[in-house]
């Protein structure tokens, strides 16, 4: 009996531990690509940028608002841009945001 809790509470808190990473690698992810889309729209105060698309996440739609933002926001200031490639952009960030949050 001892070792099924000790199991549970393994995974509890493996789980735990994964969730918190996923939540680290997103907002790490979503600060890359505000900065980057910041840089395309020559915004002087690239970190306000970042703390709206960051608090986009936190909106129903989590992701699908994230990307929403950046490309309406990409648009609107005269940027020819699918959410295709914002997409890709994103996906790129995720990516390099997990490789940063490993090496720490």
């Known amino acids: 009996m001892t070792s099924f809790a000790d199991r549970e509470k393994e995974f509890e808190a493996r789980f735990k531990h994964d969730q918190e990473f996923k939540f680290?690698?997103?907002?790490?992810?979503?600060r890359l690509s505000a900065l980057w889309a910041a840089q395309k729209?020559?915004?002087?105060?690239?970190?306000?940028?970042?703390?709206?698309?960051?608090?986009?996440?936190?909106?129903?739609?989590?992701?699908?608002?994230?990307?929403?933002?950046?490309?309406?926001?990409?648009?609107?200031?005269?940027?020819?841009?699918t959410p295709a490639q914002v997409r890709f952009e994103l996906d790129h960030f995720a990516e390099q945001a997990k490789q940063q949050l490993m090496k720490e």
């Not at 680290?24 to 979503?30: D, G, M, Q, V």
């Not at 306000?48 to 996440?57: I, R, S, T």
């Open 24 to 30: 680290k690698i997103t907002s790490r992810r979503n």
């Open 41 to 81: 729209m020559g915004l002087a105060d690239a970190e306000a940028y970042g703390k709206e698309v960051l608090a986009a996440q936190f909106e129903p739609g989590g992701d699908k608002r994230v990307l929403d933002k950046i490309v309406n926001d990409l648009v609107a200031k005269g940027q020819k841009i």
